[in-house]
Nanobody, 111 residues
């Protein structure tokens, strides 16, 4: 069993930055895929960024160059640094390890 807890969401103005963190507990050593998804109001859930156990990183086109995903295996954490935020980035962001999902953290980008 794996438990995931996200933190770092909040309200930020356009152009601002936020850093999301995901703390994992349980047995994650066999998990290959980790990532951040988001779902805006009235929108479909989408994959924002992902990293595999081998270190392969992928970003959605909409966040390429603005977001950076990182992980610390020793600390069992995964972060998402979000820069130059836009109103369209407003969403609930979910941390995912394999088939396990966190409860999400809300990011609101508004002036």
């Amino acid at each position: 069993q794996v438990q995931l807890v996200e933190s770092g969401g909040g309200l930020v103005q356009p152009g601002g930055s936020l850093r999301l963190s995901c703390a994992a507990s349980g047995s994650i050593s066999s998990i290959v895929f980790m990532g951040w998804y988001r779902q805006g109001q009235g929108k479909e859930r989408e994959l924002v960024a992902s990293v595999t156990s081998s270190g392969y990183i992928n970003y959605a086109d909409s966040v390429q160059g603005r977001f950076t995903i990182s992980r610390d295996n020793a600390k069992m954490t995964m972060d998402l640094q979000m820069n130059n935020l836009k109103p369209e980035d407003t969403a609930v962001y979910y941390c995912v390890y394999g088939g396990y999902w966190g409860k999400g953290t809300l990011v609101t980008v508004s002036s």
